[in-house]
């Protein structure tokens, strides 16, 4: 089967949510940490 430039298309869209999604968990994450005195200090470096 040959590939088509819709089929390109669908699969870049589908990895760029699947990216944002992650950075989006990922700031949650963070913040719900960050909050959180005890492990404040463990989890500061993902930031940068």
């Keep these: 089967m040959i590939p088509t430039d ?3 298309r669908i699969g870049a869209t ?4 699947l990216e944002i999604h992650c950075k ?4 949650i994450f963070l913040c719900g940490k960050r ?6 200090y463990v ?3 993902r930031i940068n």
């Design 6 to 8: 819709n089929d390109y």
């Design 14 to 17: 589908r990895c760029h949510f």
């Design 24 to 27: 989006v968990v990922d700031y």
């Design 35 to 40: 909050n959180s005195n005890n492990k404040k």
């Design 43 to 45: 989890y500061g470096n």
